[in-house]
C-alpha cells in the first residue's frame, strides 16, 4: 500500500517556467489537499478537492491551478514559476471530512521547489 | 478567521525530561484539534485529536486536552526518548472539515 506519492522529491525551475507536481494516492480518499511549507509560516493550505470534479481554493491560491479528473490524482501546476513560490509541497488526503481519528489526513513525503 | 499560534522552537531536552509544546488556536464554533508530527524527510502523521471540550487525546505517550475555556491544546509528554526527535504541528480542522488549519511547528531535539 503506498500510499500518497509525491513526484518529483525535488525540482529547480528558472523564473517563468512551468511544471506540474504530481499527487497520487491509492486509499480511494475523496478528499486531497496541497499544502506549501514554508520556515515560520507553518503549512498553508493552497487547494483542495472533496471528490473527482470539485476543486477549491485554500487559503494561498494564487500562482497555482489544480484539477481533479480521477479520484486517485491531484495535480498541482504551476504555470509560471516565481521566487516566491520557492517551498516544500506537501500533498495530502483523507477518506472523509472533518478530521475523523479514524479518517486523518494522510501526507506525502514532500516535493522541494527551488525557482531561480 | 481562523489561525494556530504555537511555542516557539527549537527546543532542545534531555532523555527522559518532560515536555510541554503550547499551542492555542482561533477558530468559528467548537473546531476538531490535532498534533501531527514530522520526522525528519517525511510528511506530517497524525499524532492524536480531540473533537470536543475537554476531550483528551493520547497515544505514544503524548497527551493533549481540549480546553475551550482557554483555546488551548497543549501537548505533553511525561518522559521524552531520543525517538521523540522531531517537528511537531498543532492543527484544527473548520467545522466542515474542508480547511486545516496548522501552527508554524516546534522542532524538538533529544539528547541522550
Known amino acids: 500500500n503506498a500510499g500518497v506519492t509525491q513526484t518529483p522529491k525535488f525540482q529547480v525551475l528558472k523564473t517563468g517556467q512551468s511544471m506540474t507536481l504530481q499527487c497520487a494516492q491509492d486509499m480511494n480518499h475523496e478528499y486531497m489537499s496541497w499544502y506549501r511549507q514554508d520556515p515560520g509560516m507553518g503549512l498553508r493550505l493552497i487547494h483542495y478537492s472533496v471528490g473527482a470534479g470539485i476543486t477549491d481554493q485554500g487559503e494561498v491560491p494564487n500562482g497555482y491551478n489544480v484539477s481533479r479528473s480521477t479520484t486517485e490524482d491531484f495535480p498541482l501546476r504551476l504555470l509560471s514559476a516565481a521566487p516566491s513560490q520557492t517551498s516544500v509541497y506537501f500533498c495530502?488526503?483523507?477518506?472523509?471530512?472533518?478530521?475523523?481519528?479514524?479518517?486523518?489526513?494522510?501526507f506525502g513525503n514532500g516535493t522541494r521547489l527551488t525557482v531561480t | 478567521g481562523n489561525s494556530v499560534t504555537q511555542m516557539e522552537g527549537p527546543v532542545t531536552l534531555s532523555e527522559e525530561a518532560f515536555l510541554t509544546i503550547n499551542c492555542t488556536y482561533t477558530a468559528t464554533g467548537y473546531p476538531s484539534l490535532f498534533w501531527y508530527v514530522q520526522y525528519p524527510g517525511e510528511g506530517l502523521q497524525l499524532l492524536l485529536k480531540?473533537?470536543?471540550?475537554?476531550d483528551k487525546g493520547s497515544n505514544k505517550g503524548f497527551e493533549a486536552t481540549y480546553r475551550k475555556e482557554t483555546t488551548s491544546f497543549h501537548l505533553e509528554k511525561g518522559s521524552v526518548q531520543v525517538s521523540d526527535s522531531a517537528v511537531y504541528f498543532c492543527?484544527?480542522?473548520?467545522?466542515?472539515?474542508?480547511?486545516?488549519?496548522f501552527g508554524t511547528g516546534t522542532s524538538l531535539t533529544v539528547i541522550p
Open positions: 480531540a473533537t470536543k471540550a475537554d
Open positions: 495530502a488526503s483523507s477518506y472523509s471530512l472533518g478530521g475523523d481519528v479514524n479518517s486523518p489526513l494522510h
Open positions: 492543527a484544527h480542522a473548520t467545522n466542515t472539515g474542508n480547511q486545516f488549519y
